[in-house]
């Protein structure tokens, strides 16, 4: 009965998804993205006697330059110019958070692949040639590629950082059962399709513009100016797209940008710059690799009352994002589970990698990774399943976090238990057991995922955005906002916040670039908010410009303000269409000489936090959901395939369902990469070993999971998020990582003998060897 | 002067033939929709279809044009996304992208429409499979790829009412543009003549060597030799099949009569590379590669192949394949010889093969370990085999004990597992990027259990060959 109810209630919900998906809106650039004709920097018209640029870098991880010698380089045919430190005007400065990073490297080296200098000749060819040709000695120093041979040597980024919530030392006493443990996780190379790049021309006056591949132009507008010792006025930066970003284009766009800048800067020429793909591989960090520790105590009927962990992050040569990563790995250290005790502290470790940076999650995915170790390493011990921990300790209205933040409109049962009822849990449990039972070259293994991922900048004062939003006399719209558009579809959205408000077809609205001079100061498109801030800016200002519409309207109609509406390019009085259309009323508008500009600036309510006491209420809402995923490893070659992945998602009131499910869909298999295949390798010597495709794999379409299946909760959304849709872009690569632990019990089920290990990725290799691990044959 | 048909426009160009095909239509001629992502072909950004004259069938393939020369475009039609675009409006497989929400960036995105467009105008079977085949070298970071399996889905349901060959229907169906049409003839009265060949480098595919060392290539003088006729074709003549060095992996696949002799055979080549590269990559090329691990040498190295060597005076020689290597990467070969046929014993009645790989990505990798087996029995008895494996050694391993224990002995578990032992003296891995020396080790057993397991599944199963709960 029970079975037959809930395969009802889940065809009905998969139903009014596909149904959703057809009626829902398109990503707006699909047109131009098919054919071929979506613009990326690569591809922007370039000017006569632009040069190509090439990067010269280091290849040791850490020593002292002793010499370098160019003349060879400077003297092949096409060679212009080599750029090297002594050609900064400004600051040979590039650190955001910290100013410890210089553009190109002086006395040291700190990284395999640091920046030494620019080649720029008339073709990149050319520059790559002239690159070989350079010689450079370099006396070695020791070599860090470890957290932990950081911390032993203290060699920190800055002061670890801890939260404490409750006395857990006082509660690990009153606890049944406790258990310690390591985990390790890996880094994760970005892989966006195209490589990083810029395109500076030199304006007039000593302006300089700059076409990046950037999710922060304002970070590369800044940083130029600092670097060339000029005003930012100087500098504009302009964005149309990115191919791909996922953090790895927050920081990290910038030094190539500031170095086509700095050589337009001194040639007076346009200079482009693109990475190759190997190039872009070693030069650039990636996401943190963490080596942690955890203790963890539950009382007798599981709930857990007390969490330590202490967590080192390879935050790699320099500080780049990594204090702001390790501060959203404490956020995110419970998961969505209600723990009355913590105490967690991390560290950034500098060592000698490329410095790592943001990445989807932005450290959120290495912290609930140790939870979720210590969760199925307790339910081993302990002899329950690991969901009989998870469901008892998942987070209620009013619990509160770590951080002091109260936890209000909690969507972390309701997705439990939505999930366990519409896929039948013990169905599927069963499933994978009688499989087991009756297969020995092939065992399943199943595990759930939780998510509860905070939405906003947890650097509070970045949590703003503004907008311009022009009406042309012909009544089109065009509108600028922060927002960068990389695939996520916020453009889309944008549109249709101000084609819901001056009720116009989507063609009379254009979303233009994105460039420094029409909105500035801004902070980079990422933490999932950029669809938040940039669209309460861009409603901000459809409403304004709306207010002074009804008015014109209004006046000429003879009623009041408050009685007009606008439906389907037409004005209304109440509910009764008039004859005055859209572009009639802006004409109108025109002649009274009303405004049919507005900025807006739109600042998130309500959140704080307080750094000194490690509390406060830094996020506007939370995401929620649970993932169950199963998979079926080959015992005899090591390998897997994911059967299924069913997932419901807190999408609050999905304003854009189409696009909301592709970001749903590309995290989890970006989070399940991240999980399983993707192995960043670098040798002891700090050189990255996994630095191309041919081996670093990131899923193809024939490792994907066989079926996907996410369906919306029920909720009644967030004030705080643009038209209640809720923050979709970092969540779900969360759900990856129960791929993990799918895995993991698959090998159990295989070898009784195997011992638990929380060292991700969980590669075919690891899997092989856990397979057969304490079975002499 | 290289003479080829690119889209709509015919070009002739003094451009060095050992330029990539990418960096032509990209800088050359401002087709900007081909996109770069690693130029390893790796990731199938920059996919563009190629048709050729030889046949009178629709026959447009996909290839990564990053490591293409130019030369190889001689005499073709070259199609890029562009020259699939239909005026003001989309093309079938493009408004299945767009409809599924296949595309977020759009950065992979072209390279996906113009695979997708190949698939509709190839001559390969129309079903789901095959759909996802043609895609199975493009790599997206941004969707997770099932919106894509479902514009594959919507691409396959158009064609299910396909009229074979017909370039009319195709148009009429809003897949290619008119000037499609058209092309058979322009590839016919293009001046094409033979390209002037300097002396260098001999390229055929140049899947491999644009990889390693694409700089020294795109302005040094190449010598293609993909179009010389004389490496072509794959006869089979008494028992015995002779494949001409310069076919490719897509050759073998569609050829119906090999398929025939090896039921697997697609299931086998499916694990080596992608589309794209399958309809690129000779397998000349990849016996000189000389690479421990490359998968068509270990399999043909399992059918214990001899290889005919020809100088550039025409004289000939022949030798076992298994004799060709001599170390890492140094082999049998003199200048200016090259690689001509590869020739083996078909399978009869009595004899079964297997090929196994293992790597991170099951698809589009290289192995961390590859092994291939060819036996024949007799009364239960083995009368002949034959056992290659790859990366775990210097040279891809052509195991002469253990092939050598095995005959004449009968099929038994313990046989099966004694040859295991033998293996595991004859192999050397080191550990590297594709995994630890002990893993290979594991995995060399394995893989060679896999073979049994997989080839009498009635006789053996997992259990037989190693202990578990």
Known sequence: MHKNKSNNELESQLDAVSIALKKSIKNLDSYTHVRGESLYVDDVNIRQGTFHAVVFDSPKAHGKIKSVDYSKAEALEGVERIF???????????????????????????FWGMPIALIVAE????????????????????????GKQAKEKGSLITKPRSFVLGDPEKAFKDCEYVFEGETFSNGQEHLYIEAQGAYAEPLENGTIKITSSTQGPTAVQRTTAQVLGVAMHKIEVDVTRLGGGFGGKEDQATPWAVMAALATYHLNQSVKLILNRHDDLRMTGKRHPYESTYKIGLSKDLKILAYEAEFLQNAGAAADLSPAVAERTLFHATNSYYVPNVNVTVASCKTNLPPNTAFRGFGGPQGMFVIESAIAKAAHDIGVTPRAIQEANLLDENDVFSYGQIAKKVEAKNSWESVKSIYNIEAIEREVEEFNNSNSAYKKGMALMPICFGISFT???????????HIYLDGSVGISTAAVEMGQGVNTKMMQIAANVFSVPYEKIKIETTNTTRVANTSPSAASST????????????????KRLKTVAATYLKVTPEQITLKDEFVYIKAKKTQLEWTQLISMAMLERVALTENAHYATPEIHFDKTREKGHPFAYHVYGTAIITTTVDCTRGTYKFDSVKIVHDYGKSMSKGIDLGQVEGALVQGIGWMTMEEIAYNDEGKLLSNALSTYKIPDIFSVPKIVETVPLETKGHELAILKSKAVGEPPLMYGIGAYFAI???IKAFNPNYDLKFHAPITPEKVLMGLYEKNNI | MITFILNNKTIKTSAHSGMTLLDFVRYEQRLTGTKIGCREGDCGACTVLVRT????????????????PLGNAHGKHIVTVEGTNLKNKLTTAQEAMKANYATQCGFCTPGFVVALTGFAISNSDKNYSKALDAISGNICRCTGYKSIEKAACQVVEKLENQEKNSFKWLIENGFIPEYFEGIPQRLKEIEADDLDQPKGKYVAGGTDLYVQQADNLIDNSVHLIQEKNFLKGIEINNGICNIGANSTVTDLWNHTELNSYFPNLKKHLKLVSSEQIRNMASFGGNLVNASPIGDMTIFFLALNSKITIINPAGKERQLPLKEFYQDYKTYDLKDGELIKTISFKLPTKDSYFNFEKV?????????????AINISLENEKIQEAHVSIGGVAAIPKYLHKTSAFLNGKSLTSEIIMEAGDILQNEISPISDVRGSSDYKRLLGRQLFFAHFTELFPKQFNLNDFVQHA
């Open chain 1, 84 to 110: 090297t430190y002594k050609d900064i005007p400004g600051k040979n400065q590039i650190g955001g958070i910290i100013p410890d990073e210089p553009l190109f490297a002086e006395d040291e080296v700190h």
């Open chain 1, 123 to 146: 073709t990149e060819f050319i520059a790559r040639k002239a690159r070989d040709l350079i010689e450079i000695e370099i006396e070695e120093l020791p070599v860090i590629t470890t």
């Open chain 1, 459 to 469: 650097n509070t004062p970045m949590n703003h955005a503004r907008a311009l939003v």
């Open chain 1, 531 to 546: 669809a938040d801030l940039n669209g309460k800016a861009t409603l901000k200002a459809c409403n304004a410009l709306l």
């Open chain 1, 744 to 746: 993991q019990n698959a």
């Open chain 2, 53 to 68: 004259l030889e046949n009178d069938t629709i026959t447009y393939q996909s290839i990564t044009s990053c490591i293409s």
């Open chain 2, 359 to 371: 790597c991170k990505r099951t698809h589009l990798d290289i192995a961390s370990v590859n092994s």
